[in-house]
């Protein structure tokens, strides 16, 4: 880990030398902002979707949270790849200890996964819109539901 480390070190130092500190910096700075808000985007949508799991106290269960709490994000292979096979969110939270290479040959192993319904990177971009759990629904709801709802109307809509 030392001699990772002392790499990486002279590697910034070197191409700090070749292109300049203020460039470097420009570029590791944007590079570290897309990834962050890359990875951001993937913990929302792993948790925040469309018939996710949400329970609290003695209704809780720690196999159903994992299973449907969490998302099976269907990702493209490249995509997959890059994220260390994070899409097997599911197979994560059921047990942390799998190694991220394995999670897809876990996912495969049992039937049972294959009902759990994959979220899309199309399909994800839906769970921008939620904000709020409604409990007694047990669903996501926007903004927009919630202020029909306080405007008299139930949050589905109707009167």
Not at 70 to 81: G, I, R, V
């Amino acid at each position: 880990m030392r001699l990772t480390n002392w790499a990486l070190l002279s590697a910034a130092l070197l191409m700090s030398l070749l292109i300049g500190l203020k460039t470097f910096l420009l570029i590791q700075l944007t590079i570290s902002a897309i990834s962050g808000a890359l990875g951001l985007w993937l913990f929302y949508v792993q948790h925040q979707f469309e018939g996710a799991y949400w329970s609290r106290g003695e209704q809780w269960d720690y196999t159903t949270a994992a299973l449907q709490g969490s998302s099976f994000y269907k990702l493209p292979k490249l995509l997959q790849w890059f994220t260390g096979n994070i899409g097997f969110h599911h197979i994560h939270h059921l047990s942390p200890r799998i190694a991220n290479y394995h999670l897809e040959q876990c996912h495969r192993a049992d039937p049972y996964f294959e009902t759990i319904r994959p979220i899309t990177l199309l399909g994800s971009i839906k769970s921008l819109t939620f904000r709020l759990w409604d409990e007694q629904r047990q669903t996501f709801i926007g903004f927009a539901q919630l202020k029909r709802a306080s405007a008299g109307k139930n949050l589905s809509g109707t009167v």
